[in-house]
């Protein structure tokens, strides 16, 4: 993992309310500069007076209420800090899961795909959670620890030039421990971030694939497993935790023998009569204020190192391209518009090997075209070359209309993905009613149109025989329904939106055959007046092809030398 910066300039960047309150957190650390020496000066002066000169505690009434006026400021500060920083905080975080999400959509399912999709879902949700840690406790610190001691070092000096040359040399014995600490917790914490992000991933998995497990009675071994993993995490937490209160205990041990120092220094010269008790106090009181934010930092730093590994991690999704989108070049008539494949290699970006080389072929408009050829083939790689989640490595996918030849990469995705309906394998369902399922690809439908586009696709029989027909809430994924019903739902959808050009990846595969006749007679009906293009396996399906075309896969020799 690339190294972490005590302060990214990208997370102050990220939100306005970070930049508001980066500067309210300099102006509030000079207020408590300002107030440090107030209440040293103060401090003094009371026990001085009531030591020394035997002054009355009535007569120091004055002195006495603006020391708790002092500490009444601090505490106030401190407060009016803890609540900008939440507020930075918070807006940092939403904007980041904003873009995060965004850029995601704009990367598509391809480079989904590719990702552990538990450790996404960690940095969305408690990785940027801990950047609370970042902003309300360190980057505060941080200021306070360049204001506070600069000021405290130029107060001492002129009062007591020999006790501000001892905090001057032993100051920068905290920062050097605070490094070398830090760059052990920063390895230990990455580990622990690993960690946790296998573990979020193996859990998932877990889950989705229990009932298989549970069927084949690999259930027990599989949570053994995770136990193990567990396990891995338990200790690498500890050993984080370890290493950030040993730190804080030496970052004290420091702190406390520098005071001591400057205690000797100045208790030595009062004994000799060089240094008088109101000088001498004022600087022993004051002297701590100059190490205490320095411990601070190093102990909020390993605090808000979770926060900063899961930022840098978001920092490098945000920082991945998605493909050029076309320029906006107006779509063609689908209805009137051939669309050529001209010797088209494609790969997906988490395999070494082409999924797709040299592959050509010509739909013309109205034809039935059908995908047929051993799984891997590449197959689904061209309705996904045709959708757009997939570019091409080589070749052209190109919309001739009589003379004119259009590069399909050209076009705006958003807008040559609205003339087109397409099918995939495993249609995405989401919890909500069966009609705003439907719906997800034409918002604007009205509930006459869903229920027309139902009965068209084969599924109104079982929708209306559900508690509550259309208006019927689906769970996550669909769940609740068959597969063969959720096939039905998807088809749907194509009908709804009516569009020029079908793409269908296997409606029928892993259906029962009465369900099949069914998807079948829908995507008959779905293909009257349309361009269709579908991937198929069972001879029933392929019959309504008006053309059939093979595709093979590649030859061994060749995918080694794609892999190499």
Not at 457 to 463: L, N
Request: glycine content about 8%; aromatic content about 6%.
């Amino acid at each position: 993992m690339v190294a972490v910066r005590p302060v990214d300039p990208r997370l102050l960047r990220q939100a306005r309310s970070a930049r508001v309150f980066l500067a309210l957190t300099v102006v509030m650390g000079f207020a408590t500069a300002i107030l440090v020496v107030a209440q040293a000066l103060l401090l003094s002066r009371c026990v001085v007076g009531v030591f020394q000169r035997g002054t009355s505690l009535s007569d120091l009434k004055p002195q006495i209420a603006l020391l708790v006026l002092v500490f009444v400021s601090r505490a106030c500060v401190a407060w009016l800090q803890e609540v900008v920083a939440q507020r930075a905080s918070a807006g940092v975080k939403a904007g980041l899961r904003r873009d995060l999400l965004e850029r995601a959509t704009q990367l598509g399912p391809i480079w989904l795909s590719g990702q552990r999709r538990g450790e996404l879902a960690v940095l969305l949700t408690r990785g940027l959670d801990a950047l609370d840690g970042y902003f309300g406790k360190y980057l505060p610190q941080l200021v306070l620890a360049v204001i506070v001691p600069l000021t405290v070092l130029v107060v001492v000096a002129s009062e007591d030039v020999g006790s501000a040359v001892i905090i001057l040399l032993t100051l920068p014995l905290i920062p050097v421990f605070m490094v070398l600490i830090g760059w052990t917790t920063q390895r230990q914490q990455d580990r622990q971030w690993r960690t946790l992000e296998l573990l979020s991933g193996y859990f998932l998995d877990l889950v989705a694939g229990l009932p298989t497990l549970k069927v084949f009675g690999r259930a027990k071994a599989q949570a053994d497993n995770l136990r193990d993993v567990t396990t891995q995490y338990r200790k690498r937490t500890m050993s984080v935790l370890r290493v950030s209160f040993l730190s804080s205990l030496v970052l004290e041990l420091l702190a406390t023998i520098s005071v001591a120092l400057v205690a000797v220094f100045i208790g030595v010269r009062l004994v000799a009569g060089d240094l008088s008790l109101s000088v001498g106090l004022f600087v022993l009181i004051i002297a701590p204020e100059a190490y205490l934010p320095l411990r601070q930092v190093g102990l909020h730093f390993h605090a808000s190192q979770e926060g900063l590994s899961a930022a840098q991690r978001a920092f490098e999704i945000l920082q991945t391209e998605p493909a050029a989108d076309g320029s906006g070049s107006a779509v063609p008539d689908l209805r009137t518009t051939t669309v050529r494949f001209d010797a088209v290699d494609a790969a997906y970006p988490a395999r070494d090997a082409d999924a797709l080389r040299g592959f050509s072929l010509e739909i013309a408009p109205g034809e039935v075209v059908a995908l047929v050829g051993p799984s891997g083939a590449g197959k689904s790689t061209v309705l996904q070359l045709l959708v757009g989640l997939l570019a091409p490595t080589a070749g052209q996918v190109e919309l001739v209309t009589g003379q004119q030849v259009l590069p399909l990469q050209s076009i705006a995705r958003d807008a040559w993905r609205a003339q087109l309906a397409y099918v995939p394998q495993a249609p995405a369902f989401i919890s909500a009613s069966v009609a705003d399922n439907v719906r997800l690809v034409a918002p604007l439908a009205s509930d006459a149109q869903v229920q027309r586009a139902l009965e068209l696709a084969g599924a109104w029989d079982f929708v209306a025989a559900l508690p509550e027909g259309m208006t019927t809430q689906l769970g996550d994924r669909g769940a609740g329904l068959s597969a063969g019903q959720r096939q039905r739902l998807a088809l749907a959808r194509a009908f709804v939106r009516d569009a020029s050009f079908i793409l269908l990846d296997e409606p029928t595969a892993g259906l029962d055959g009465r369900t099949e006749e069914q998807i079948i007679d829908a995507v008959r009906a779905l293909a009257v007046g349309r361009t269709v293009l579908l991937v198929a396996h069972r001879p029933a399906l392929v019959a309504l092809a008006d053309r059939v075309v093979r595709v093979d896969p590649l030859p061994a020799d060749l995918q080694a030398a794609a892999a190499r």
